[in-house]
């Protein structure tokens, strides 16, 4: 039976107001990229979706960013790795002091797209994932796009888990179209539903210009915080279940 995980971004409160139906989407995904105080969230809010995990037998991943709430950590920031690295660690220690058992790190925003060609910024986030790791005692998989990251991690020992997004546009090129162009987010959550199949049995995606794209990926990803994003998961995970493919976290 083919195997897929289904992730989102959840626990990103801004100002104590939550950006999803964090409730709604647990009850539907695998995994949860939980915000922990970069771009959004804080102490209350990573307990809240530890707790939710818990209930809903969700994986949790933590989902650290530049230090930038003013801009959610979607604006690329210059900083020393060394910075960067300490700025993660602190983020990823946070969650874990919440309660969360945590399985694997997932980048957010900026960050998520400079680690793919940013080899300096790469080997920041992996080394504090390799820090936290040696802490727990257990490789911590990161997961994202191919790039500089999946060699960053490789050079740590840490499992590198490909993922890709239903909820948003690809360019032929494999990467994603950027926010602020045409095409760059789906909300119809039919299309997304039978994206996500296509994705989970033939591993391809279909670019803005109509070129089918190679995505091997063990993870898909519908972003929390979209209008669509409750409709667009119970979509997909109905979708996937008529087709047959089994949602698990690969964690």
């Not at 929390?224 to 994003?229: E, H, L, M, Q, Y």
């Amino acid at each position: 039976m083919v195997a897929i995980d289904l992730n989102a971004d959840l626990g990103e409160t801004v100002d104590g107001v939550p950006t999803a139906d964090d409730e709604a989407m647990f009850a539907v995904i695998t995994s949860a990229n939980v915000a922990c105080g970069g771009h959004a969230g804080d102490a209350a809010s990573m307990r809240d979706a530890v707790a939710r995990a818990a209930r809903y037998g969700v994986a949790v991943g933590a989902h650290p960013s530049y230090p930038d709430r003013v801009n959610f950590g979607r604006v690329p920031v210059a900083m020393d790795p060394a910075d960067l690295a300490a700025a993660v660690a602190a983020q990823l220690v946070a969650l874990v002091g919440a309660g969360a058992d945590l399985r694997y790190v997932k980048p957010h925003g900026a960050l998520y797209h400079a680690v793919t060609s940013d080899r300096a910024h790469a080997d920041a986030v992996t080394s504090a994932v390799a820090a936290l790791a040696e802490r727990l005692g257990r490789p911590v998989p990161v997961l994202g796009l191919p790039g500089e990251i999946e060699g960053a991690a490789a050079s740590r020992g840490l499992p590198f888990v490909r993922e890709a997004f239903l909820d948003r546009g690809y360019l032929p090129d494999g990467s994603l179209v950027p926010r602020a162009q045409p095409g760059a987010l789906l909300d119809e959550p039919e299309l997304v539903a039978a994206r996500a199949v296509r994705l989970a049995v033939d591993g391809v995606v279909e670019a803005v210009d109509g070129t089918l794209v190679r995505a091997d990926a063990a993870s898909l990803c519908v972003h929390g915080d979209s209008p669509s994003a409750v409709a667009m998961a119970r979509a997909v995970r109905a979708a996937l279940d008529a087709a047959g493919v089994e949602v698990r976290a690969p964690w």
